[in-house]
Each structure stands twice: as structure tokens, then as C-alpha cells.
């Protein structure tokens, strides 16, 4: 079984740039999630799917953050405009169950955003 | 609010040590706790979890018990090896079924 794909595994931009990271779960997981891991921090989560739908995006900066998943498969996570701050990796995982369960989530091996 | 605490690294052992990660946690409700790994290059990874008080996981060599008394949860492992060399992060999932981890303890182990 093919575990969950993040592309590109590296970026480095400028702050002011945009960028987006790609996902693509475990074929049929229903729910998906975008995490934030900052350096010497533990995972944050940004942004929660159920198939298509947002279930809760309550920790996700919205001004400069955007996330959608289309045809509840794919997912895209943009920043647009970067901060310094931003700098992170970005890390998607996907789980079998509907949000609102304690199913195992898989993670996938996550994007290393650098912003100078 | 939710949080989980564990200890801090780096940690560096001989083969065949024993490991210790602490890790502590505060919920509001009654957690299920995990504990993920994360090997060199790779994606985190699901090591073990324990949904109730005094539940044991156990995966690979590795246990933990959730103790509810002490709002912990421990990882040990009696005799590592250096493919036990990863970060080990600590944990929950609370009433809203979210995961709130800590702050990933590295552990290194030497031949």
C-alpha cells in the first residue's frame, strides 16, 4: 500500500513569495490534515478535511494561509504572502475514519519550507 | 487547554541500554495517548497508543503504560539498538479527537 505523497520535499523562497505544497493521500482515507512542525517543536495542526469538506481550520492563519482539498483526494496547502516565520515543515497525514474518531493517522514524509 | 510535556533531549546511549522518554500530559477529558516516531528522513510513524487508564502499548521492544494517577506516559525500551536512533514524540487525543503533540525528544544510540 502506498503510504502518503508530499511534494516538493524542499523549497526556498523569499518572504513576500507564494508558495504551495502538493498531498496526496492513502487511497481512500477519508479524512485529511496539514500540520505545521516548527523547529524543536512538536506537529501543529493547520487545517482538517472530511473528504471535501473543511471540519476545522480554526488554527489556520487565514490571511495569508489556503487549503482545499478537490474531489476529496488531492489536497493543496498555499501561503501567500511568506512571513520569516513560516519557515517549517509542512507535514500532511491522512486517516481511514471520519474526523471525529481516533483512527491511526499516516503521515507522509513533509515539505521543509525555508524563508529568507 | 490540552498539552503533553516530555523530556528533553538530545539522548545518547550505548547499544543495549535501557531508554527512558518521560512524558507527561494535561486534557480535559479522558485522552487516548500515543506515541509517534520519526526516523531519520521519514515520515512520523504511529509506535504504539493506549486508549484507557492502565492500558499498556507495546510495539518493536517499546511500552508504555497510561497511568491516569500521574498523567503519564512513558516510553521504555529494555535494550536499544542503533536503528532505535530516531525522534520520539508524546501524544493525545482528546474529546475533539485532535492530536496535540510534544516537543520530540532525539534519541541517539551508539555502537
Known amino acids: 500500500e502506498a503510504g502518503v505523497a508530499q511534494s516538493p520535499r524542499y523549497k526556498i523562497i523569499e518572504k513576500r513569495q507564494s508558495v504551495a505544497f502538493w498531498c496526496n493521500p492513502i487511497?481512500?482515507?477519508?479524512?485529511l490534515y496539514w500540520y505545521q512542525q516548527i523547529l524543536g517543536q512538536g506537529p501543529k495542526l493547520l487545517i482538517q478535511?472530511?473528504?471535501?469538506?473543511?471540519?476545522?481550520d480554526s488554527q489556520l492563519p487565514k490571511d495569508r494561509f489556503s487549503a482545499e482539498r478537490l474531489k476529496g483526494v488531492d489536497s493543496t496547502l498555499k501561503i501567500q504572502p511568506a512571513k520569516l516565520e513560516d519557515s517549517a515543515v509542512y507535514l500532511c497525514?491522512?486517516?481511514?475514519?471520519?474526523?471525529?474518531?481516533?483512527?491511526?493517522?499516516?503521515f507522509g514524509p513533509g515539505t521543509r519550507l525555508t524563508v529568507l | 487547554g490540552n498539552s503533553v510535556t516530555q523530556m528533553e533531549g538530545p539522548v545518547t546511549l550505548s547499544e543495549e541500554a535501557f531508554l527512558t522518554i518521560n512524558c507527561t500530559y494535561t486534557?480535559?477529558?479522558?485522552?487516548?495517548l500515543f506515541w509517534y516516531v520519526q526516523y531519520p528522513g521519514e515520515g512520523l510513524q504511529l509506535l504504539l497508543k493506549?486508549?484507557?487508564?492502565?492500558d499498556k502499548g507495546s510495539n518493536k521492544g517499546f511500552e508504555a503504560t497510561y497511568r491516569k494517577e500521574t498523567t503519564s506516559f512513558h516510553l521504555e525500551k529494555g535494550s536499544v539498538q542503533v536503528s532505535d536512533s530516531a525522534v520520539y514524540f508524546c501524544?493525545?487525543?482528546?474529546?475533539?479527537?485532535?492530536?496535540?503533540f510534544g516537543a520530540g525528544t532525539t534519541v541517539t544510540v551508539r555502537a
Open positions: 487511497s481512500g482515507h477519508a479524512t
Open positions: 493506549a486508549t484507557k487508564a492502565d
Open positions: 478535511f472530511q473528504n471535501n469538506g473543511v471540519v476545522d
Open positions: 497525514a491522512s486517516s481511514y475514519g471520519l474526523a471525529g474518531t481516533t483512527d491511526t493517522q499516516y
Open positions: 501524544a493525545l487525543s482528546d474529546y475533539d479527537y485532535k492530536l496535540s
Open positions: 486534557a480535559t477529558g479522558y485522552p487516548s
